[in-house]
């Protein structure tokens, strides 16, 4: 994330020196901090092209800023095209060269070396299967050109956030590109080993956030700022459950799985009834179709998708395969 050192703009001050003689030239490191607050204020309205803009200003002035190296690199990377990620990419990458010792960089090549690495997965499967056309080859080519490529990719992100969870374990972003890189690869059993490291440290998040919030006084900006920081973790902790859950499930390991379910639902009850879907289908597995009835009729209450929307579909057909095995018990 960019670094908020700089809140203010000194643009009277810059208007004042301006304005003082026809001979006068305006402050550089004035101007440069005028750039630099402009772009933080941008990026936090979410106005990436203008935040993108400043920091360019800014960067104009001091070319090494590498506060303003990264916004550029952030700010591509909120963006979101594939243009943008490899621009992004680029940026990290540089900023790694000149600072080899910055975290942040290394973080930012690992997160757009994944996605593009999805990018170019996904492209390979529109390939292979006559969505899109091969680039000036045939399909097999290109195909396995797109997934060398991929691979590349998740290797540039698995070696920088292999190597930031061993800098600091408690890394949560780490932690978790992890968990999603070794799941995306092949290693579920890899995957769990991370996504458990992920929930401990969630957990202590969690309940720090928790502590703090009891505190009697506080600012009430502060109180803003621990709420959402509370419900960010319990967000990333429900998905890091469910992920779990899923793995195991895959796995064979239903009891696993409805472990992992049952401590994502108690940490939300009410604002994700799939999580409910998802549980019927473990409680199925293991042979008990009444609880599967309940979470059903859960999911089907709760549920904001429409009737013809596939998983509520599923969850129906899932709720006469429920009422058929109740019957047939002794």
């Not at 780490?174 to 890189?181: D, K, Q, S, Y």
């Not at 799941?183 to 059993?189: A, D, F, M, Q, S």
Request: proline share 5%.
């Amino acid at each position: 994330m960019p670094s908020r050192r700089l809140r203010a703009l000194p643009l009277a001050a810059l208007l004042v020196a301006a304005c003082q003689s026809d001979k006068a030239k305006v402050d550089p490191e004035a101007l440069h901090d005028m750039h630099v607050g402009t772009a933080l204020a941008h990026y936090d309205l979410g106005d990436m092209p203008r935040a993108l803009d400043q920091a360019q200003r800014a960067l104009e002035i001091e070319p090494d800023d590498k506060a303003m190296l990264l916004l550029g690199g952030w700010c591509y990377m909120r963006m979101g095209s594939t243009q943008d990620l490899v621009q992004a990419q680029s940026i990290f990458l540089g900023v790694e060269k000149k600072f080899p010792d910055d975290l942040r960089a290394k973080l930012g090549t690992a997160k757009t070396s994944e996605r593009l690495a999805l990018i170019n997965e996904q492209t390979a499967k529109d390939v292979e299967s006559g969505k899109r056309l091969p680039v000036g080859a045939t399909v097999a080519d290109e195909v396995t050109r797109l997934r060398k490529e991929s691979k590349r990719l998740y290797g540039m992100a698995e070696d920088r956030y292999r190597m930031l969870v061993e800098t600091k374990s408690e890394n949560i972003e780490a932690l978790n590109g992890m968990v999603r890189i070794t799941g995306l690869t092949g290693r579920p059993e890899e995957s769990l080993t991370y996504a458990g490291r992920l929930i401990e440290e969630l957990d202590k998040q969690r309940v720090f956030y928790a502590r703090q919030l009891e505190r009697r006084e506080m600012q009430p900006s502060e109180e803003q700022s621990y709420r959402k920081l509370e419900r960010d973790a319990t967000t990333l902790l429900i998905d890091t459950r469910e992920l779990a859950a899923n793995l195991h499930f895959d796995l064979g390991r239903p009891s696993l799985a409805l472990a992992h379910l049952d401590a994502a639902i108690e940490l939300d009850p009410k604002d994700r009834p799939d999580l409910y879907a998802q549980r019927a289908q473990v409680y199925m597995a293991l042979d008990s179709p009444a609880r599967a009835l309940e979470d059903l009729d859960l999911f089907i209450a709760r549920s904001t998708l429409p009737v013809e929307h596939p998983e509520v579909q599923k969850a129906w057909q899932m709720r006469r395969d429920a009422r058929t095995a109740l019957a047939l018990k002794p």
